[in-house]
């Protein structure tokens, strides 16, 4: 055996360091830009659509065959995937499940340096916008800071003097993510999350009143209020639906926010004690997700800057993209609340570190499980081994940061387009390979909740066909200009060049497990039937 | 606001604040494994 014998300390730990890995950035800032930009209070009918077709569904079957292949005393996507596919096909598939956080954590960590670095100019003053010049100054001032903090004008920025805090910032977001997963699944990960969850759902709390207690703060623009804030995220555009794109964003935007397609629910779940429930924990999980997203991000990020910057800011807000939002334009919103401004500067960027790294250590436990139980190395090497990856990825990162080309190229070909790949093996092995049969008491052993019996429907027919029209449509309508940006840009060749290397890496190690697995006796294929009481 | 608007924000917290409020009252109240 690997010489794993962790296990999380409680039910609630685990649904929570889900729950966090799920809630990130894109809850609050990704996911009203989305829906502003695809038909408002419209665009959250297809978004449900996909999330009870496309993201529950998948989320219990990641559930049910992580908590399965830790019951064959395995832990990773590779080897359980392997053990569900029952083959070295799946096997190799597996590592995709690796490659995904481990390349997004490359970046990853690198934007929750940059909330980390907010949060510290909030709560030393350092956030210098001078609310009493044009709004127009104002916006200078905030993109100012946001280049010299991200490095995005010119590469190797920070291997200079004016990157030292950069770095800095990076270091600590980094050191503090290896921290936790060196303490390892329980005294690591679940007490960090446990901390951390209630205290991030505190500041979305604090930050949501204050933006819906705005009112109308100038009462020379009458139009610039919270109702007009909320009708603009809100009010549907009906024709929306009728547009391709929107669902395909919606669909987009359930996978992203869900960490389904990641393989990080397979070794999460892989933790879980075999006779727990993986239903209900499972559903918890994608809920309390939900509730970030819908419930506090479609009520804050729009409404507060509609309220100081209009119709026209924040359309433009919203057509500067995530990034753009979150760290341009919301200094901009928080510098025109007066004294609360830098206070609630100070706690949405606090929230959103804490996302950021529930998040991130999310995407450094698979690869840690993957090398241990591969290379039958202890939790403690097993990171340094994950920590060499990373820091030659991150230093690219942080180092070819003009024009955010090299990582954006990373986003897309690995956090956009594998990620459905991904899901679509999975929910193929799940309920085509393994059996519906088989997965559906799977997932009900154990269970505190009866799940439908459409779902079983919807497990075996819908989501994959759901799931194949969203991969076709996405490659149609973003593979060509994204192949062709590629011949263009240097900087793109050589993130794809890093990820082929990491990808290499990956499979060496996967054969070397193959071989190690053989010699343990473990069925790395999958030909026991193994049951909650047993083989038979 | 329209009433299209009201419908979708109310309808939509609704479903997600029912949603995760019935999944934690009935962790919170299962058995305890």
Sequence with gaps: MSGQKEQWGSRLGVILAVSGSAVGLGNFLRFPGQAAANGGGAFLIPYFCALLLLGI??????WAMGRYGGRKGFHSAPSILGVIGKGAFWRYSGVIGILIPLA??????????????????????GMTIDPSTAIATQAAASTSFYEGFTGFSENGLFFGSLGIPTIAFWAVAFGMNIFLIMRGISKGIEKFVSFAMPIMAVCALIVLIRVLTLGTPDPALPDQNVMGGLAYMWNPDYAALKNPQTWLAAAGQIFFSISVGFGIILNYASYVKQDDDVALSGLTAAATNEVFEVGFGGLITLTASFVFLGLSGTIAAVSAGTFGLGFQTLPVVFAQMGVFGPVVGAVWFFMLFLAAVTSSISMYQPAVAFMQEALGVDRKRGTWFVVAICMVGSFMVIYFTEGAVFWSTIDFWIGTFLILVLAML???????????????????????IKIPTIFRFIMKWVAPAYLLIVL????????????????????????????????????????????????????????????????? | MTIGGWILLVGSLSFVWGLAGWCYYKILTGPDK
Excluded at chain 1, 104 to 125: D, P
Aim: aromatic share 14%.
């Design chain 1, 104 to 125: 997004v954590s490359f970046y990853y960590t690198f934007i929750a340096s940059w909330c980390l670095g907010y949060f510290y100019a909030y709560a030393t003053g």
């Design chain 1, 57 to 62: 569904p998948i989320c219990w079957a990641e």
């Design chain 1, 426 to 448: 999975e929910i193929i092995a799940f309920s085509w390979i393994f059996g519906i049969d088989r997965g559906w008491a799977e997932i009900h052993h154990g269970a505190d």
């Design chain 1, 472 to 536: 076709v449509a996405f490659a149609v309508t973003n593979l060509p200009a994204s192949i062709a940006q590629i011949g263009q840009q240097p900087m793109a060749q050589l993130a794809l060049g890093l990820l082929a290397a990491v990808l290499l890496v990956l499979m060496w190690i996967v054969r070397l497990g193959e071989k190690r697995w053989r010699d343990l006796g473990m069925d790395l294929d999958g030909k026991e039937h193994v049951s909650s009481g047993g083989a038979s």
